[in-house]
């Protein structure tokens, strides 16, 4: 793909984001692999439904901003993720709401704190860390991404929001709908007694579709 065609993508990917409610004000920020092995990365302070694909920040494959707005202050989140995961072409960061609630509950698994609760959650999304509160844009939190030696491409920053990484920017933000998705049942189904998918069942998915799942 194309650096103009990448930039158009993040843009209408970012607004679709936006407009469902997914992230708001200026949160959220979302990082591609260009074809030359560099990255085009969302502006720090702008809302991803008023982005400007000739101004997303741009890297080359050293890592150095050659063009563009200054980049997200999560860069280093984002090339933690890059560093730890050599599939991933793209990392999407929000703050959405029912993620970020799950985060702050007491009895969420920091191993596993996603329930797999559909094949899909399984499928999209894996097991995904919880990791403890950063604020925001500390290099720290680049460590503790590190710390998991890629063998998560999701996490959940504890009272903040989900970041996911995979094979292309589409992949990524639909990982992170799922996410979501299954993070909004978890809160709906909590205290009832909702039976998630047993070891059985995931295994038969894993099995199924190849999926990594430690």
């Not at 970020?100 to 509950?105: E, F, G, I, N, Q």
């Not at 860390?129 to 710390?147: K, M, N």
């Not at 799922?178 to 995931?202: H, M, N, Y």
Request: charged share 20%.
């Amino acid at each position: 793909m194309n650096d103009t065609k990448l930039r158009e993508d993040i843009c209408h990917w970012a607004a679709s984001i936006f407009e469902r409610g997914l992230t708001g004000g200026a949160s959220g920020n979302i990082s591609a692999r260009t074809e030359d092995g560099g990255l085009l990365v969302t502006p720090t302070g702008v809302s991803m439904g008023r982005l400007d694909p000739a101004r997303l920040s741009q890297f080359d494959a050293d890592g150095r901003h050659i063009s563009g707005d200054a980049p997200t202050k999560e860069m280093p989140l984002h090339a933690a993720f890059y560093e730890t995961r050599a599939s991933a072409g793209a990392v999407v960061h929000l703050h959405s709401t029912h993620s970020v609630a799950l985060s702050m509950l007491p009895e969420t698994d920091p191993d596993n704190a996603l329930p797999p609760l559909t094949a899909y959650s399984v499928m999209r999304v894996g097991k995904v860390a919880l990791l403890p509160f950063f604020v925001p844009g500390d290099p720290a939190t680049a460590d503790a991404v590190r710390g998991l030696a890629g063998r998560r491409a999701a996490v959940l920053l504890a009272n903040h929001g989900p970041v996911v990484a995979s094979r292309d920017l589409e992949a990524a933000v639909f990982a992170m709908e799922e996410l979501e998705e299954t993070a909004k049942l978890a809160l709906l189904l909590r205290g009832s007694g909702a039976r998630p998918l047993d070891t059985a069942q995931i295994d038969a998915v894993i099995r199924r579709y190849d999926l990594e799942w430690d």
